[in-house]
C-alpha cells in the first residue's frame, strides 16, 4: 500500500477493512490533538477482539476515556539519581572503563542535576561532553544555557522542547518566558511570581474568578 498517496478518505476505508477480521497492536508515538481519538475511532473495529493500543503523549487531555476505550495511564517519571547517573556515565565515558574520572566527578554530577532526571536530555549532554577537555568541561558547566542555544549536538534538544511550548496557550507563553528575568538556578517564590505575572497583566480575566486564583491554577 502506498500510503503516502491516499487521500483520507481512501485509507479510512483501506484501514476499516483490514482491521475489521483482525486482532492488532498498534503503536502511536507522541500524540498531540485531543480530537485524536474521535479520529480514528471511525476505523477501529467494535469489540476490538482484544487488540491493543499504546500511545505516547505529552499532554493529559489527549485521553481515550469518552470513546468507549478501556484505558490505563502509565506517566512516566524522571529517572533517580542513581538512574541518571548511570545513564550518563554511559555516554561520557563510554571508552573509560573506569567511568567518572575523579577530577571530573563535581563538574559531571552538577550537569547531570541540572537535566532533572530527563533521559532526553541526559544522553544528549553525556554524548556531546565525551570528548570534551577539562577546560571545555567547566565552560560547559558554567554556560549550559548557552550550549542549549547554540551548540548543534544539542539541537534536537531544543526543537523538542519548543514543541511543548508550542502548544502553550498565549497567557501561558508570556508567564513561561517572564521566568527568563530570573538567574540560571534561581530559587522564584511561587506568591512572588503571581504578583509579578499579575502586575504585568499576564493572566487571563476570568469572570468572578480572584487574579490570584487564575495565577495558581
Known amino acids: 500500500m502506498q500510503v503516502e498517496t491516499m487521500s483520507y478518505r481512501v485509507l479510512v476505508e483501506t484501514l476499516m477493512q483490514y482491521l475489521q477480521s483482525r486482532r492488532y497492536f498498534i503503536v502511536l508515538d507522541d500524540v498531540w490533538n485531543i480530537e485524536f481519538w474521535q479520529e480514528i475511532n471511525i476505523v477501529l473495529p467494535e469489540g476490538m477482539r482484544g487488540s491493543r493500543i499504546v500511545l505516547t503523549t505529552r499532554k493529559e487531555d489527549v485521553t481515550p476515556s469518552p470513546y468507549g476505550f478501556v484505558s490505563y495511564i502509565h506517566q512516566i517519571q524522571p529517572l533517580r539519581k542513581n538512574g541518571a547517573w548511570e545513564l550518563f556515565c554511559k555516554r561520557a565515558f563510554a571508552n573509560d572503563l573506569a ?14 542535576e541540572k537535566c532533572e532526571g530527563l533521559p532526553l536530555a541526559i544522553v544528549a549532554l553525556g554524548g556531546l561532553m565525551s570528548k570534551k577537555s577539562t577546560a571545555e568541561w567547566m565552560r560547559a558547566h558554567d554556560n549550559l544555557n548557552w550550549e542549549l542555544s547554540n551548540n548543534p549536538a ?17 497567557q501561558l507563553k508570556h508567564c ?3 521566568c527568563c528575568i530570573f538567574p540560571e538556578d534561581y530559587k522564584i517564590s511561587r ?27
Open 99 to 112: 567511568g567518572c574520572p575523579s577530577y571530573l566527578d563535581s563538574l559531571a554530577r552538577n550537569l547531570v
Open 154 to 170: 544539542l539541537e534536537f534538544v531544543k526543537i523538542i522542547s519548543l514543541l511543548s511550548y508550542h502548544d502553550l496557550s498565549f
Open 176 to 178: 513561561f518566558l517572564y
Open 191 to 217: 506568591k512572588r511570581l503571581s504578583r509579578l505575572w499579575m502586575a504585568e497583566d499576564f493572566l487571563e480575566h476570568v469572570n468572578d474568578v480572584a487574579p490570584e486564583v487564575v495565577a495558581e491554577n
